[in-house]
């Protein structure tokens, strides 16, 4: 539940995901369940251990002192230092699939075949396939 705790996103959502699967965890652990009406705390200090959240900073500040003491030209202390070459361009950023120029995606619950419903269809074969069609019949 811990991993990669050092570079996962600090938000309130997260937060409260953390401590929840945290406080199932140390109830199944402790034999409590919900209907025991036992208080989080209670359960907290029956197990001894400390807040999922307070340890996560902890993990947080102990990876930023471990990369700051990296070397210049390691990756992880290039991307900590990271700083853009200058301003960002004003307007909205464009879509992932253009800016990577790859092809755009067909809009939802639409197949291929229903997106041309009013184009009269083309058909192109050739004499040959015809006569095998004609003659397998």
Same mark, same amino acid.
């Given at each position: 539940m811990t991993y990669g705790t050092e570079v996962r996103e600090d938000t309130n959502k997260t937060k409260r995901?953390?401590?929840v699967t945290d406080m199932k965890t140390m109830r199944t652990i402790v034999g409590n369940t919900r209907r025991d009406?036992?208080?989080n705390t209670d359960?907290?200090?029956q197990c001894g251990i400390q807040d999922i959240v307070i340890r996560e900073k902890?993990?947080?500040r102990q990876w930023y002192n471990h990369v700051r003491r990296m070397d210049e030209n390691r990756l992880p202390r290039i991307v900590l230092e990271n700083k853009p070459p200058g301003p960002r361009p004003p307007g909205r950023?464009? $879509?992932r699939s253009?800016?990577?120029g790859l092809p755009k995606l067909p809009k939802r619950n639409k197949l291929p075949s229903q997106s041309k419903q009013n184009e009269p269809q083309k058909v192109t074969s050739n004499i040959e396939d015809v006569r095998i069609f004609a003659?397998? $019949?």
């Open positions: 995901m953390l401590r009406r036992v208080r359960v907290g200090e902890q993990r947080k950023p464009p $879509k253009i800016s990577l003659t397998n $019949k």
